[in-house]
Structures are given as C-alpha cells and as structure tokens.
C-alpha cells in the first residue's frame, strides 16, 4: 500500500509514539505499529501501562486492510524528523518506505508484540465523557499540575506521582487534584460533584505530560473514562486536530490518593485574606529567593494593614523579605482587600518555599487571593471558580 501523508504530521506522530513505547525488558516494546486504515496511518506504542495509537489522516482509500509493519520507534523518529510537505509513504509487511528512506520490519515482533486489552463502558450506570478542554487549556492544566506533584524517581509513594481524577457518573463534572505532600492544587469542570454518585480514578502524570506535549493549542481534548476488565478505571485521552487523531490509554494506580480535603483550609478561618497581581507578586519573591537560604528557599511574608503602615493612610502592604549569609532583601507591595480580609495585629509573619510560591503564581494572569493563618498553618490561595492551591509553611524556628 503507498499512500502521501503530511511530513510535518508524520513527525509529530513519530516523536509522540517514541515518547511512550519501549522497556528495559521487554524489547519488542522498543518497536512502533504502523498500519494502513481507511483514510489515514495509524501509528502505535506502548510500555504498557500507556497505549498510544497516532492517527495522520491521508487518502488510503476506504477498503484498506493491510498488514501492520513494526519498525523501531526510535528510527523511525529519527527518519521523519526534518520531513516537509507531502511525502509518499509505503506499507507492506516486511517494511515501511518514507519518501527515499526504507525502514526494515522487525518479523519477530508479529508474534510477540502485545496485544492490547479491550475496554469498555457501563452504560446504565454512568457516562464516560467527562471533560472536553481546548489544546491550550489542557496544557496550561497540566503545566499547573506538574507544578505539585512528584516525579516517580523522587517518592516511593506512587499516589503522589498522580493526578487524581474524580468525575461525576453523570459526566457532567470533574475534579482533578496533584499534591507532592507539600503543596496541593484542585480544580473544578462542570457540575458540582456529589459524594454518593462519583468514581475516582488515580493517573500517572508522566503520559499526561506527554500528551501535554504532543497536543497543539487549537486541538480539542476529551477524557473518557473507561474499565478495565475486573473494573479497574482507565482514562482513554482523545485528542483531534484538523490533520490527525491522537489516542492515549493511561492505566491507572492501584494506590489511595491522600485525603486531600482534611488539608484544603477555609477561607472564612483566615486571619487575612487579600489579592494581589501574580505577576507582581512573583517578581519581588524571585528577587527574595536571591538570598534566601539555600536549603529551604524561604522567603517571609508578612501583612501590614493600613492602620499600621503609613499613619493610617494609603493602601494595604505585602512585604516579602529574606535574610541569610548572602544577604537580606525586603519590599513591599500593595494589596487590595477581599471579603474576609482582618489582617488582625496577632497575625505573625509567615515563611514559604520561594520556588512554591512563583509556581504558584504562575497559575493564573488574573488576581489572585491568598489566605494566611497561623505561621505554621497552610496558606490557600484561589486563582480562579473552582481553582484552589494550598501550601504548607517553612518551619524557620531554631535556625
């Protein structure tokens, strides 16, 4: 079978699948499906926990049945990487022809290569489609999770390497929750969830960011959650462009997320409570985190209410302070005032992790609200509906 496919498209197909298929024990893993269907290439991979199935449409013709080709992934990256304009593709069951270039098939991956298992739905009990986000939001939604949760190289606790997903049986809501065990982000889609008719399903962030990567700004991105056979929940991640369909297959973790809720404070219990600019507030920690300590990053917030500042006039200050053997910095910036705003004089300065707080800030252009306790209670900052970080303080007694 010969067909022409976008270079460009073939490309990001390549570079997408190599990024999830291969193992250290499995070789036959190291390879790349490549099969003709009708109107498009399907390019697969798996180290299965994640499958991948990369569609680049391109006229086959509607009666296709070709065998697949298994070529290794990483070649086959490599081949299609500096590919423009249309290119003439070739598929039999020995070999994959890309313009000039011919890959040679793997024949001992006929036999070995995994099958993938088949999942399904219940129909009567829920709906699977539970969340549709643009390119650009789903990015910028994982840039945000990244942000707090652990790499799986760096915790022996699996539950913190995962986003945990739950969604209303309905479809009609979802909330998606990272914490590295210091700090914790939750976001709300959709209906507000109830209790008694929700699932819950813990996913690896790795072939999430992945998928961030290969994702274009101007894709449409849906999460559907499946079942495994016995029941176990699975996240099939279905991303569409104008030129090609992306399918992603993400086993879940058979962990327990941590009880994040006990952690989230209310706002109504903060001492102070006030907005300020993200951008600006994250310049004048960055300028802190200069010489703060090396070892906890910590920079000192402190409120001072207008009756305390400038004889009773002007607005409310933020001061973010850092003192240590490389230097001390401090300045203040303003604040506006929110409903629950006291700012009462018991209100002790607070220290935080420099790096957690520009993260943080970075959530959102918009204002966004901090909400202070006790210095050794955790702030909660909302940067949007639905939309809560929370960070625990620095502990900076007896240094």
Not at 17 to 31: E, M
Request: charged residues 20%; neutral net charge; hydrophobic residues 45%.
């Amino acid at each position: 079978m010969k067909t022409v496919a976008t270079g460009q498209v073939l490309g990001k197909a390549a570079r997408a699948v190599k990024a999830v298929t291969g193992s250290r024990y499995l070789p036959v893993l190291d390879n790349a499906r490549v099969i003709a269907l009708p109107g498009s290439i399907q390019i697969s991979g798996t180290d299965l926990e994640t499958w991948i199935h990369y569609s680049v449409d391109c006229d086959t013709g509607r009666d296709t049945n070709g065998a697949p080709v298994f070529v290794d992934a990483g070649r086959l990256s490599g081949a299609v990487k500096s590919l423009k304009g249309n290119t003439e593709v070739g598929i039999t069951a020995g070999a994959l022809s890309i313009g000039a270039l011919l890959l040679p098939g793997n024949p001992d991956a006929v036999e070995d290569y995994p099958v993938q298992a088949k999942y399904g739905i219940n129909p009567a009990i829920w709906t699977a489609r539970i969340l549709e986000l643009s390119g650009a939001e789903f990015k910028a939604m994982m840039k945000r999770n990244k942000a707090t949760s652990k790499k799986s190289g760096d915790t022996t606790r699996l539950s913190l390497t995962g986003i945990n997903i739950e969604y209303a049986l309905n479809g009609n809501g979802a909330r998606l929750t990272t914490t590295d065990g210091y700090s914790l982000n939750t976001e709300e889609y959709g209906a507000t969830l109830q209790k008694d008719a929700t699932r819950r399903a813990l996913v690896c962030m790795a072939p999430l960011l992945k998928a961030a990567a290969a994702a274009g700004a101007r894709d449409t991105v849906t999460f559907i959650m499946l079942e495994e056979e016995g029941g176990a929940p699975l996240l099939r991640l279905k991303i569409e462009s104008a030129a090609a369909t992306i399918d992603y297959y993400i086993r879940s973790i058979a962990e327990e997320f941590p009880d994040y809720s006990r952690v989230v404070p209310a706002a109504s219990n903060a001492l102070a409570s006030f907005t300020v600019d993200p951008a600006e507030f994250a310049r004048v920690v960055s300028a802190a985190r200069t010489v703060a300590p090396s070892d906890s990053e910590a920079v000192t917030v402190t409120v001072l209410p207008a009756e305390f500042t400038h004889n009773g006039a002007g607005p409310d200050l933020l001061k973010i302070s850092a003192d240590s053997a490389a230097g001390s910095f401090s300045e203040s910036i303003s604040i506006t005032r929110a409903g629950s705003f006291s700012a009462r004089g018991d209100l002790a300065p607070v220290s935080f992790n420099a790096d957690y707080l520009v993260k943080i800030s970075a959530f959102s252009d918009n204002p966004i609200t901090i909400h202070l306790a006790a210095p050794l209670q955790a702030a909660r900052i909302d940067y949007g509906a639905g939309r809560v970080a929370v960070l625990m303080p620095v502990n900076l007694k007896g240094r």
